[in-house]
């Protein structure tokens, strides 16, 4: 069975870093892309980033050049590099595996994904 467990969110003032942490079990992370979303109060689910079975990335026009992610295959463990933060990146993250095994493209759709883990919130604010 596909889980997720995300963790390494909390406040932090605008300009400053986090780094979300993505725990996979019941699968090796090459053989799925894992994306990371997030959903701020009253607005939809949003796909921030992504990262497929080999390793290709992808990113919101949002957090270009400020996000970055990554994989340790060994902790199986996706990460969330955010730096630069800005309020509007408040929002509950989660982390999501990709519904097709050898995921070899990449997406930001959240139906393209499945064995979502229960969110982590991340707060930006003075």
């Known amino acids: 069975q596909l889980q997720l467990v995300e963790s390494g969110g909390g406040l932090v003032q605008p300009g400053g870093s986090l780094r979300l942490a993505c725990a996979a079990s019941g699968f090796t992370l090459p053989d799925y892309g894992i994306g990371w979303f997030r959903q701020a109060p009253g607005k939809e689910r949003e796909g921030v980033s992504c990262?497929?079975?080999?390793?290709?990335?992808k990113y919101v026009d949002s957090v270009k050049g400020r996000f970055t992610i990554s994989r340790d295959i060994v902790k199986n463990t996706v990460y969330l590099q955010m730096n630069s933060l800005k309020p509007e990146d408040t929002a509950v993250y989660f982390c999501?595996?990709?519904?097709?095994?050898?995921?070899?493209?990449?997406?930001?759709?959240?139906?393209?994904?499945?064995?979502w883990g229960q969110g982590t919130q991340v707060t930006v604010s003075s």
């Open positions: 990262i497929s079975s080999v390793g290709s990335t």
């Open positions: 999501a595996a990709s519904l097709r095994r050898r995921w070899f493209q990449t997406s930001l759709t959240p139906t393209d994904f499945g064995s």
